[in-house]
């Protein structure tokens, strides 16, 4: 445990391999000592080995993502079932790799596969990238001797979570980013185009139509208190991130109104099903006992309501009770999983059962999504014509009544 604390460093290396041919690369080692020492334990015979300068700027690229992990399992799963060896499939998967911290990764990982190391250890030096389900999964088909056909089903895992998880983004990301969009717009009008019309205004002689002054008033008011209202915005924004990291009740708070929100609340609900029975049939078709396939699935749930109910299952499961009538005394599920899962401990196929489950509720939270996405455009599209013409109609009202001045 306490060697895995150690910081390792890059070292990039030059020297011969047991056919005598020159070959470089570049290794991660606790020192230069251990640089070559791993060097040779591979049969190199190292001439030259020095540690990698960082860049200056500490720029390496893009980051590494969930969706780069499914690429990478998927890809390595691939090799394995075509035959190649471990090794040289991540030699194969390195060299089609672009995102220059992917590729360090994987040649990380390759290295300490190649001295000698398991593939999960070896993947386990990397938490941020693979988690203890991941670990523990590719741990069992190295056991069984069924890697390929782990990693398999680690990559189809992996990919049908990404796969829900980019549906929720997408139906997110448009709305915000057309209220953004409205708000700068907004902003704009009220700081740079009022004020142009309020000098106007003040030569009629005349009292303003009270729509038109009610938007003078609030430009004023953002022109005097726009820098503090943005402090306050970002101050916001900064103490809600830290309450929903560090106070759990909060975040708990957070997972049941999300529950409860309308329309959105039932594809959060949805997407939590289909995530706990991928998961679960995940593990327990890989030979993880049940138990521990509930431990893990209950921190992969997503959402602390779910997560503390899959938790009292697994705590019921433990003591004797079966896993229909766990799942059905917590009340949250619904009666479709309740239904195959009895269904699945009758006949012994409680991972394939699972596993249809899972395919429904992912259809569901698709066409949920495509749904939501059809009827938020043309609503938003309503409301930033209300703000933006609204504001416009209001400067261009006092002009339209000038013939009653004049």
Same mark, same amino acid.
């Given at each position: ?33 251990? @640089? ?7 049969? %190199? +015979?190292?001439?030259? /080995? ?6 200056? =700027? #500490? ?122 969009? @409205? ?7 009220? %700081? +740079?185009?009022?004020? /142009? ?6 030569? =009629? #002689? ?201």
């Amino acid at each position: 445990m306490a060697t895995s604390a150690i910081k390792n460093d890059i070292f990039t290396w030059s020297g011969t391999d047991k056919s005598g041919h020159l070959s470089k690369g570049e290794i991660e080692a606790a020192s230069q000592a251990m @640089a070559k020492a791993q060097l040779r334990q591979q049969g %190199i +015979k190292p001439k030259t /080995v020095r540690k990698k300068a960082k860049p200056l =700027f #500490g720029g390496q690229g893009k980051p590494i993502k969930p969706a780069d992990i499914a690429i990478f399992t998927r890809q390595l799963a691939t090799m394995l079932k075509a035959g190649v060896p471990l090794v040289q499939s991540f030699e194969i998967v390195e060299d089609g790799v672009e995102k220059p911290k992917m590729r360090e990764l994987v040649r990380t990982i390759r290295n300490d596969v190649a001295s000698g190391s398991g593939l999960a250890p070896s993947l386990a030096k990397h938490p941020r990238h693979f988690d203890d389900l991941f670990c523990s999964l590719v741990g069992s088909g190295e056991d069984s001797g069924t890697l390929e056909v782990m990693l398999d089903r680690v990559a189809t895992y992996k990919e049908k979570t990404e796969q829900l998880k980019a549906k929720i983004r997408k139906a997110m990301t448009y709305p915000s980013a057309v209220i953004c969009v @409205a708000i700068v717009v907004c902003a704009i009008l009220l %700081i +740079k185009v009022v004020p /142009v019309f309020a000098n106007t205004f003040q030569s =009629f #002689g005349s009292e303003l139509p009270a729509f038109t002054q009610f938007v003078m008033d609030i430009s004023d008011f953002v022109i005097a208190w726009w820098f503090i209202m943005l402090v306050g915005i970002i101050a916001i924004i900064f103490a809600f991130r830290e309450m929903k990291l560090r106070s759990v009740a909060f975040a708990e708070w957070l997972d049941r109104l999300a529950l409860r929100a309308p329309v959105v609340g039932g594809i959060v609900h949805d997407a939590i099903i289909a995530r706990f029975s991928r998961t679960l049939a995940t593990t327990f078709a890989a030979g993880v006992p049940l138990v521990d396939a509930l431990n893990s699935t209950a921190g992969a749930a997503g959402n602390s309501v779910y997560a503390k109910a899959i938790r009292r299952i697994r705590d019921d499961v433990t003591t004797g009770t079966t896993l229909y009538n766990s799942i059905k005394v917590t009340g949250l599920f619904p009666n479709m999983l309740l239904q195959m899962v009895s269904i699945g401990e009758e006949s012994g196929a409680l991972d394939e059962m699972l596993d249809k489950v899972a395919t429904h509720y992912e259809e569901a939270v698709d066409n949920a999504v495509d749904s939501l996405s059809s009827l938020m455009e043309p609503l938003i599209m309503s409301i930033l014509g209300v703000l933006v013409g609204g504001l416009m109609i209001a400067m261009y009202l006092p002009i339209f009544m000038l013939g009653s001045v004049i």
